[in-house]
């Protein structure tokens, strides 16, 4: 969906390096988790990004769940092109992914609950979605003192 002269793509495999340069930028200041340039590349077609005169602004990626759960994650602007709307842009692009696919909900783990609550995603249990808790948080560094938000939107009802 190009917007302002943005356009939301998925990646190719050897922009995977800047995609993980990208999310390092927020997992230093414990925004996010770090991607590794490998786990990025094993993922590259659940990545959408956002471009801007050939340079990766934005990044966001699609983990499936179920048929009707998915979870968008690794949302990342630019430092420079933040509260631009880059961000909504992706997660728009996202959420037409899945509901083309047919998933009925989108779940989010975050520490920027405001910005999500502006596009319709509502707080609700980290409890509600053991299928997270087992396939990835077992394995985070802050398990035990995580202090994400878990917010949900209804894409189908």
């Not at 909504?88 to 037409?96: D, G, P, S």
């Not at 394995?139 to 003192?145: D, G, Q």
Request: charged residues 30%; aromatic residues 8%.
């Amino acid at each position: 969906m190009p917007s302002n002269g943005i356009t939301v793509r998925t990646p190719k495999v050897y922009e995977a390096a800047k995609i993980a340069d990208l999310i390092k930028t927020f997992s230093k200041n414990n925004l996010m988790l770090e991607r590794s340039v490998e786990n990025v590349i094993s993922n590259i077609r659940n990545f959408l990004i956002a471009v801007e005169g050939g340079e990766i602004i934005g990044c966001c990626a699609i983990s499936f769940f179920s048929t009707d759960l998915a979870e968008i994650r690794s949302v990342a602007v630019d430092e420079k092109r933040q509260k631009m709307g880059i961000g909504k842009i992706l997660i728009e692009n996202a959420e037409k992914i899945l509901k083309d696919e047919e998933v009925k909900k989108s779940f989010v783990l975050t520490r920027s609950p405001e910005f999500f609550k502006k596009i319709g995603y509502s707080e609700v249990s980290k409890n509600q979605f053991p299928q997270k808790i087992w396939r990835d948080c077992t394995s985070c560094p802050f398990l035990m003192e995580c202090d994400e938000i878990a917010m949900e939107k209804i894409l189908i009802e």
